[in-house]
């Protein structure tokens, strides 16, 4: 059986992943014709390696009726714009538009709000005095909250384009050629287009003024533009909600969760504890489809072109070649050294923003004493092996007032 067919929601899913990553750094998928690779350092020489591509899986709409035929084909043109689906010449002008836009100095005032922002939410929920919805309740408040600065648009803006951007990704996972979630995505595709449209014509953030420079681009255009938009939206709040869920349950089930009462936690700290935490929740277990474009010898194994791979971001992470005690959850020195964002061409712009969306809610745990508890057996995580989801999490959020 085929990694890619356990269900991943109950059991210890890490450390299967792990056995697998020392079994075997390559594995065949025979029904789902791809090849899985699951090893740290065989990924890291993949992603950086141009042989393999990224790009939408070749369709035929011949077989299609004429009347949906259109409506698949629309679709798909526009998914091929995405950064993620796309490559080359493309590919590059996107991301020169993208990494400035999302570099670590362009964001720094959006950034700094993160911190007050937890500051105020946090406590808020710990004077409650019952169990808390920890996705409904803070993560996607934290989530609409950095998106609608980082847009500067008001909730139900920010509201359309969050709900078109989930139809669209239910057309990418739903079955093939669903034609009621195409219909549906083919709306969501026009919300997309309308709203990236205002985004980009009175820039009101310097991300809105990249958006509007992939407009004008004579290269781009308005569809890229929108594509990047719809890329944006779901590439936030999908594996954020993930993550900033498992920042809660990693550190409790490793017994490192407390708090020794208001104090400033030093950023080393802070950001080892984050990178623990995206190396272990890794939301993109596997990477997305990569088109080997000529034959790459990886030793005992052969990648032939016109074969297509995943590469196993997760086993990567939890390698015990690369990862000393690669299944237990320890902040150190090397927990940075995660595939969680990919590497080369492709790797998440997003990865500094959702790094530092975790290094301020811990910050502000610590400053404020806050101490968030799951309450036992109120985790759900869905059966997927390719995407990681948490669907549901109660918690307790207690204070220290750290008086004597
Ligand atoms: C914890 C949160 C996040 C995780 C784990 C994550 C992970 C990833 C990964 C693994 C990729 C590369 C996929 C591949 O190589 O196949 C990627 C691509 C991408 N991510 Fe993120 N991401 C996160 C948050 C964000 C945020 C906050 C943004 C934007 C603000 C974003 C925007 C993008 C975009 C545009 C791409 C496509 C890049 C390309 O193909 O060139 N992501 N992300």
């Known amino acids: 059986m085929s990694i890619l067919d356990q269900d991943f929601s109950t059991g210890n899913f890490r450390a299967l992943l792990g056995e697998a990553a020392q079994a075997a ?20 020489r993949m992603l950086l390696d141009r042989r393999l591509v990224n790009g939408r899986d070749r369709t035929s709409f011949d077989e299609l009726p004429a009347g949906t035929r259109d409506l698949h084909n629309t679709l798909d043109r526009f ?9 080359g010449p493309y590919h590059q002008r996107m991301r020169a538009h993208l990494n400035s836009a999302l570099s670590a100095h362009r964001l720094k005032e959006l950034i700094s709000a993160l911190g007050p922002y937890c500051e105020q939410a946090l406590p808020r929920l710990g004077e409650r005095g019952t169990a808390v919805d920890w996705l409904g309740e803070f993560v996607r408040p934290y989530i609409e909250h950095t998106l609608s600065l980082l847009f500067a648009v008001d909730r139900d803006r920010l509201g359309r384009l969050m709900s078109a951007g989930s139809a669209i990704i239910e057309y990418i996972t739903g079955a093939r050629f669903d034609d009621e979630l195409g219909r549906r995505a083919r709306l969501a595709l026009d919300v997309l287009i309308e709203e990236a449209g205002h985004l980009t014509a009175g820039p ?12 004008e681009d004579p290269e781009l255009g308005p569809e ?34 407390g708090s020794p009462g208001p104090s400033a936690a030093p950023p080393d700290t802070v950001r080892r504890e984050t990178d ?6 890794c939301p993109f277990r596997f ?27 997760a086993a990567a992470n939890l390698d015990a070649r690369t990862f000393h005690g690669g299944l237990t959850f320890r902040p150190g020195a ?60 109660k918690v307790r959020v207690l204070r220290e007032t750290g008086e004597k």
Do not use: Y
């Open 25 to 44: 750094p390559v594995h065949i998928d025979h029904e789902r014709r791809r090849v899985l690779i699951l090893e740290h350092d065989l990924i890291r």
């Open 79 to 87: 998914l091929s714009l995405w950064p993620v689906f796309s490559d």
């Open 204 to 215: 009101a953030t310097g991300f809105c003024r990249a958006l509007a420079a992939i407009a």
């Open 224 to 257: 890229p533009a929108a594509a990047a938009v719809a890329q944006i939206i779901t590439g936030t709040l999908d594996p954020t909600m993930t993550v900033l869920t498992e920042a809660v349950v990693l550190p409790f089930e490793a017994g490192l969760a």
């Open 276 to 281: 623990e935490v995206l190396r272990h929740a």
């Open 287 to 313: 990477s997305s489809v990569r088109h080997v474009t000529a034959d790459v010898d990886l030793g005992a194994h052969r990648l032939v072109a016109g074969q297509k791979v995943l590469l196993g971001f």
């Open 334 to 393: 090397d927990s940075n050294r995660h595939l969680t964002f990919g590497m080369g061409p492709h790797r998440c712009p997003g990865a500094g923003l959702a790094t530092a969306m975790l290094d301020q809610l811990f910050g502000a745990m610590a400053t404020t004493g806050v101490t968030v508890i799951p309450v036992d057996g109120s985790l759900v995580r869905s059966r997927d092996a390719i995407f990681s989801r948490v669907t549901a999490l």
